[in-house]
């Protein structure tokens, strides 16, 4: 590990708590808009501290802890709570009990952190170290949608939790990075997520007399080359998109050809342009549908915005980091085509998440969504304190410059 953790705001017992308050949040995951018996546990842990106003059921199931000395700016930092539907084969005796579902994302890691930035910012509210207040936002459903399409993000903000806020922070554990790296990107960093989903339409008929009807499958067959050049023939090369096919439902019997053909997949890109330009040139290539005799029809459901990271919030995340760990490693490259919420939070106002190292030392990669995904815990102290300090020079900072 290349950085020290000792004289800094986290203690040798708060490193043991959050080991704790991770591995209980680890053992009993909960899915999006579940996080019922997390939400509570969160509230709890953080009642204990003096200092501290909680609110509940904030965006269905979400918290938020205020902290507070009055007059001043207000930042807020968010983490997320909910769990993915996976089946755990860590072999760790604090393994998920919740048969299927599993903290597989690092949002177990990412709660324990926020409830110890929590204790370190009300003592030294109590210390007269700050001027201000910072909102600490537990947020649900990351991961998943409600019935309305929507996820944890803009259910808080529908509620007003970033009325007051003027800039705003997160991280996210990063398996690819060890403890003692964080990764940071200026813009754009995770992309826009759409799902698109058509259909093909035939009269269908017998399998052995093809030529008596429309088969929508031959059509898709023509679809799908138009389909994969759309991203390198249609697009920009300056952008960034990424257009996959997930699903194809057709058919039920081998001797006859269906009537239509479902499919389903995923369109992600980073600027608004190549966004509608994306959707656009994809429902273009099943219009190729009618020109062999069907039918068909696009629609497109638009998931989280892209993640746009604000340039001077990071170099204050940046210089902090450095600041606390002389010796930190700091990558500079944007974090991937994922999804990420956060971006409705950063299109409210200014702000930034960073990517945490946390890779286990012994080479075996733990990606993100898969079932042996670990974490080394000793990250978590680096986590609290760049989210702390960040957070009190946000404070400081003056109005115009962010």
Known sequence: MPVEIENLSVTTSLEQQLIKWRRHIHKYPELSFDEYKTAHFVAESLRAIEGITVQTNVGKTGVVATISTGEGRTVAIRADMDALPIEEKTGHDFQSEHHGVMHACGHDAHTAILLGVAQVLAAKCSEGLFQGTVKLIFQPAEEATDEEGLSGAPRMIEEG????????????????????????????SMANVDVFRAKIRGTGGHGGYPHMGTDPVWMLGAILPAFYGVSSRTISPLETVVASIGEIHTG???????????????????????????????????????????????????????????????????????????????????????????????????????????????????????????????????????????????????????
């Open 252 to 402: 039920a019997a081998s001797n006859v050809i269906p009537q239509e053909i479902a499919v389903t997949g995923t369109m992600r890109t980073y600027s608004k342009e190549a966004r509608y330009k994306l959707s656009e040139e994809i429902e273009k290539t099943f219009k190729l549908a009618e020109a062999f005799g069907g039918s068909y029809s696009f629609e497109v459901d638009r998931g989280e915005p892209a993640l746009n990271n604000n340039r001077t919030v990071n170099t204050l995340i940046k210089q902090t980091a450095k600041d606390l760990y002389p010796t930190i490693q700091i990558e500079e490259e944007r974090f991937g085509l994922g999804g990420e919420d956060f971006g409705y939070m950063t299109q409210k106002v200014p702000g930034s998440m960073f990517f945490l190292g946390c890779a286990l030392p012994d080479g075996i990669s733990r990606d993100l969504h898969t079932n042996i995904f670990d974490i080394d815990e000793r990250c978590m102290s680096v986590g609290v304190n760049i989210l702390v300090e960040s957070a009190i020079k946000l404070l400081k900072v003056e109005d115009g410059e962010i």
């Open 161 to 188: 939790v970033l009325e007051d806020v003027e800039s705003v922070i997160a991280l996210h554990v990063c398996p690819w990075h060890p403890t003692g790296t964080i990764q940071v990107n200026d813009g754009y």
